[in-house]
């Protein structure tokens, strides 16, 4: 029998700290549930202590996941694991993650704590987290820097006051396969408790190793991989969720153990991070980019369709592709409206909301003729952006012809008063931006501007990231259209609502 790989997915906690990844505590929800469906057996959450709006949000997914186990980190502070207890309260299914540094250059230059304080505050964290769940994880951080002899001390000291999950990561993506996976055998050898723990890693992408490390690791004792869809995460990003559960499916004559994903479920969870983010997947991304089953030339198209194993290792349809069915159109009722809803872990929480959203629905239905589950995540995000607008677009008209400059006029609310304005660009999209700014004199700085296609089809929906940044902060802004200028303007609109409102980015650097 085949031994449990734990899949630890950090999308909502490593993955957020991506810059300009911040999400709301709807879209957590959303890809929290979305992570449940496919089988995730740990959601790390988020960071309650680091601000109010992260705390709101692990209670939320707490509160909303019932199968999966829902996690919080916490510093190896008292008051830190506190505040992740609280959040996780509502929920019996829980683990807290408590870390400290473990290497030289981090406890003497960031902690400015001796090795012996160290253990100390570790034994403390883990013996009063203990106090919320049986359920403790411990991460001493930069594990891969860290002197061997002392991280044996400091894990047999953790195991002893009652972790049960030891993670190992690779902080800085530094480590090599063979090193990270010596270090995982080495560690599991010379601790005299280490039966009585599963050992874990967590591996950055610095050096585009993530995914190997992680392998190296599972092939020397490792049981649970902690990663995030798509490979999102702080810098080069994390260990991708969707590589390393199929490497392992598919060499199951290599691997001794397996997973408990449910595989059909991890393209349309990428496509929903993907959106919620504004962080497009590149085409030639293993598993889930768009050409990771396609065939251009013409021997590889002749093997395939002589026999698909010649040059695919994978079928396309077991990992998600083609499951995004014609499911509701224009003459689609509200209680399949609804249902539909559901069944894609779409929880509204007012009936005013629901026909808001339903309205919207019946108006991309008179515009194209095929909906999909893409796009109704993407008019669940639209709407969704912000509580209270305090710019809303109301009618664009924008000129585009060739050899003429284009042209665009805006009228916006704002507050309780309408604005208008127009403006000449470079493109119509230019042209749009440069109107908005006219009435809201933002001056902020645009650092992103995507536009991506939800579905395929020429009638297909556009969505638009747009991310600013204004004194320090910065605002993702979503808007989906079938006219890409009118998602540009919305996905404006709401950057500059976040940046007006008190909303707080839900996982800020501590």
């Given at each position: 029998m085949r031994e449990h790989l734990v899949i630890f997915d950090t999308t909502l906690r490593d993955g957020e700290q991506s810059p300009g990844a911040s999400m709301t505590m709807e879209e957590k929800v959303r890809i929290a549930r979305q992570l449940e469906r496919m089988g995730v057996d740990v959601i790390e959450a988020g960071f309650p202590a680091a601000s109010r709006g992260d705390f709101e949000a692990v209670r939320a997914v707490a509160e909303a996941v019932s199968n999966s186990t829902v996690c919080g980190l916490a510093r190896a502070i008292e008051a830190d694991i506190d505040r992740t207890g609280e959040a996780l309260?509502?929920?019996?299914?829980?683990?807290?993650?408590?870390?400290?540094?473990?290497?030289?250059?981090?406890?003497?230059?960031?902690?400015?704590?001796?090795?012996?304080?160290?253990?100390?505050?570790?034994?403390?964290?883990?013996?009063?987290?203990?106090?919320?769940?049986?359920?403790?994880?411990?991460?001493?951080?930069?594990?891969?820097?860290?002197?061997?002899?002392?991280?044996?001390?400091?894990?047999?000291?953790?195991?002893?006051?009652?972790?049960?999950?030891?993670?190992?990561?690779?902080?800085?993506?530094?480590?090599?396969?063979?090193q990270f996976g010596g270090l995982i055998r080495t560690l599991r050898e010379r601790i005299p408790n280490s039966d009585k723990a599963v050992f874990s890693v967590h591996c950055h992408n610095d050096l585009g190793l993530a995914v190997a490390n992680s392998l190296f690791a599972v092939m020397n004792g490792a049981r649970q991989v902690e990663c995030t869809i798509n490979g999102l995460g702080e810098r080069a990003g994390n260990a991708a969720l969707e590589e390393v559960v199929m490497a392992v499916r598919t060499r199951q004559d290599y691997f001794p153990c397996d997973t408990r994903i449910d595989t059909t479920q991890i393209v349309p969870a990428s496509k929903l991070v993907s959106g919620i983010t504004g962080f497009p997947v590149q085409p030639n991304k293993a598993i889930v980019g768009a050409n990771a089953f396609a065939h251009e030339s013409g021997i590889h198209q002749d093997g395939v369709l002589k026999h698909r194993e010649t040059y695919e290792i994978m079928r396309a349809e077991d990992v998600g592709w083609g499951a995004n069915k014609l499911l509701l159109g224009k003459h689609s009722g509200r209680n399949a409206f609804r249902s539909r809803l559901k069944e894609l872990g779409i929880k509204l929480e007012s009936e005013e909301k629901l026909n808001a959203i339903f309205m919207r629905f019946k108006d991309l239905?008179?515009?194209?003729?095929?909906?999909?589950?893409?796009?109704?995540?993407?008019?669940?995000?639209?709407?969704?952006?912000?509580?209270?607008?305090?710019?809303?677009?109301?009618?664009?008209?924008?000129?585009?012809e060739t050899g003429e400059i284009p042209f665009a006029q805006v009228v916006i609310a704002v507050g309780g008063s309408e604005k208008q304005a127009e403006s000449e660009g470079s493109g119509p999209v230019d042209a749009t931006f440069r109107a908005i700014e006219k009435i809201l004199d933002s001056r902020a700085e645009l650092q992103l501007f995507s536009v991506n296609n939800i579905t395929s089809g020429t009638d297909a929906q556009g969505e638009v990231t747009v991310r600013l940044q204004k004194a320090g902060r910065i605002a993702n802004g979503h808007g989906a259209d079938t006219d890409i200028i009118a998602a540009s303007a919305k996905a404006y609109l709401s950057a500059c609502n976040k940046l007006h409102s008190s909303l707080e980015r839900t996982h800020p650097q501590i």
């Open positions: 309260q509502i929920n019996q299914n829980v683990r807290i993650h408590t870390f400290i540094a473990t290497s030289p250059i981090h406890m003497k230059n960031k902690l400015r704590m001796s090795p012996d304080q160290v253990i100390d505050q570790a034994i403390k964290a883990v013996k009063w987290a203990r106090q919320y769940t049986d359920n403790v994880e411990f991460s001493p951080e930069d594990a891969g820097r860290s002197e061997i002899d002392f991280l044996c001390r400091v894990l047999e000291a953790v195991i002893d006051a009652g972790a049960r999950t030891l993670n190992i990561p690779d902080t800085v993506g530094y480590t090599m396969p063979d239905a008179d515009k194209k003729h095929e909906i999909f589950d893409e796009d109704l995540h993407a008019l669940v995000s639209d709407e969704a952006q912000i509580p209270e607008e305090h710019y809303r677009l109301l009618s664009l008209h924008a000129v585009s």
